[in-house]
């Protein structure tokens, strides 16, 4: 189901070379943070159907250029063989789209050009893009009904498969030349590298910029964000990784960006080393204020085990109260969650969601169902554990949950500390 992955992704530090002798620099990554098994976090299966397993869920932490990467890799045809994700098309999704196209034309030198997107989901964000007047689009994703979704349902012409030099250059014949290629939260969830950045590389006009979105592990340290750590995030994104990456694979890094969504994201600029794009100053800027050691990692570590106790003795007192405990997001954030405070159904009644793919399955290791969303109109639970505290905002802005509350409803927020709201 898994292999380990001893060496790092971005600069080879700890790589082994045939036999498993040592190559190179003979020091091994160093372990940072560790929950034990866990199952998958998008696992989410009917009652009755066969689960994917558990794996390792350890982080390590490269000394040489700060990158932090999961111990194994587990297998993609398990690991998204159950994959209900469907980009959010909330609020807070349209105007970070709204942010990037202005941040694509600037990019674009203004202009509105075409876009491959890779991972494109089910061509939200295309489509966005269409309608402000970018010019071809083309999506590449390895998820067949979202591919269908996106073709049939959203006129995004978009290719059913993996990024790789075929289906790269099967995209770039659709477009012509190429301005821009986005890869949105796509790129920690991918194994190899090399071939990601091969791929990209082969389709490169010298002007083209490759636009790569990621979690910033900066972020998440400071926030304590450790409900983003699962298995398909195999990588915590550095800039000073990427830096080194790049130069590495005949790529620049030659812009930085920063955005509030899904709790910090870095926007990574890549161009082709040859492209004579010079490098914006957001560079140097943002590796000058990101010092991330070991030590950060060790306060960051006895944090999260604090607010996973933190939680669980939250909801303990609640259902010793006599009080009902539900949860609202079935985000892979709430499996982290649950399993690590080891909730059952007898401790959460249900977790809501608006997403349809998700509803009447089982929380990935546990026996709590996922419900719609409306159903907290009848169930009217005492508490609701926001496990898409991302959008907590927006959420307890939801007439649904705004009745809720008004009724006597308690919302709380786990992140970055347990907070209820209305205030007792
Ligand atoms: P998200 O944070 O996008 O992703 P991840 O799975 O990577 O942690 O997940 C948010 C979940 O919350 C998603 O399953 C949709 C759900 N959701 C609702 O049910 N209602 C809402 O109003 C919003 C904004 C999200
Ligand atoms: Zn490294």
């Known amino acids: 189901?898994?292999?380990p992955h001893q060496a790092c992704r971005a600069c080879g530090f700890g790589f082994r070379g045939p036999g498993g002798i040592k190559a190179g620099t003979p020091d091994n990554l160093t372990e940072v943070f560790d929950l034990g098994l866990q199952p998958l976090a998008n696992d989410f299966v009917p009652d009755g159907a066969e689960r994917s397993g558990y794996a390792p869920l350890k982080v390590m932490h490269c000394p040489r250029c700060t990158l932090a990467q999961l111990s194994v890799t587990v297998r993609p045809d398990i690991l998204y063989r159950h994959y209900n994700y469907v980009t959010s098309s909330s609020e807070t999704m349209k105007h970070h789209f709204e942010r990037l196209a202005d941040d694509l034309r600037l990019l674009m030198g203004g202009h509105t050009g075409t876009v491959i997107e890779v991972g494109s989901n089910d061509g939200l964000l295309l489509q966005f893009l269409s309608s402000k007047g970018f010019g071809n689009v083309c999506g590449i994703d390895p998820a067949e009904n979202l591919a269908h979704v996106a073709n049939t349902e959203k006129g995004v012409q978009t290719i059913n498969g993996l990024f790789d030099v075929k289906t790269a250059a099967e995209a770039k014949s659709m477009v012509g030349t190429l301005d821009a290629i986005v890869a949105r939260h796509v790129f920690c969830h991918v194994d190899s590298w090399e071939q990601f950045l091969n791929a990209a590389l082969s389709?490169?006009?010298?002007?083209?910029?490759?636009?790569?979105e990621v979690p910033y592990c900066k972020d998440m340290l400071e926030k304590v964000e450790f409900d983003t750590i699962y298995h398909e995030h195999t990588s915590y994104m550095t800039i000073r990784a990427m830096k080194i990456l790049a130069e590495r694979m005949a790529f620049k890094l030659v812009k930085v960006i920063r955005?509030?969504?899904?709790?910090?994201?870095?926007?990574?600029?890549?161009?082709?080393e040859r492209s004579l794009r010079p490098v914006d100053p957001s560079v140097k800027e943002f590796l000058d204020a990101e010092e991330i050691t070991l030590d950060t990692w060790k306060e960051f570590s006895a944090k999260a085990k604090k607010q996973?106790?933190?939680?669980r003795s939250f909801v303990q007192t609640a259902r010793q109260n006599g009080k009902r405990v539900a949860g609202?997001?079935?985000?892979?954030?709430s499996t982290v969650w649950i399993n690590a405070c080891g909730f059952t159904r007898k401790d959460l009644e249900t977790v809501y969601d608006n997403t349809s793919l998700k509803w009447w399955k089982l929380s990935p290791g546990t026996d709590i169902p996922v419900t719609p969303e409306g159903g907290l109109y009848v169930?009217?639970?005492d508490y609701l554990i926001c496990f898409a505290w991302n959008f907590?905002?927006?959420i307890m802005e939801k007439p649904l949950v705004k009745k809720w509350m008004a009724e006597g409803g308690k919302f709380v927020v786990p992140v970055p500390e347990l907070k209820v709201y209305p205030a007792p």
């Not at 490169?204 to 490759?210: F, K, N």
């Not at 996973?308 to 939680?311: D, E, G, S, V, Y």
């Open 1 to 3: 189901m898994f292999t």
């Open 203 to 212: 389709v490169c006009d010298d002007h083209t910029v490759l636009c790569i």
């Open 259 to 272: 955005y509030q969504i899904h709790g910090g994201a870095l926007l990574l600029v890549l161009a082709p």
């Open 308 to 311: 996973i106790a933190t939680l």
């Open 328 to 333: 609202f997001g079935a985000s892979a954030k």
């Open 379 to 381: 169930d009217s639970p």
């Open 392 to 394: 907590a905002q927006e």
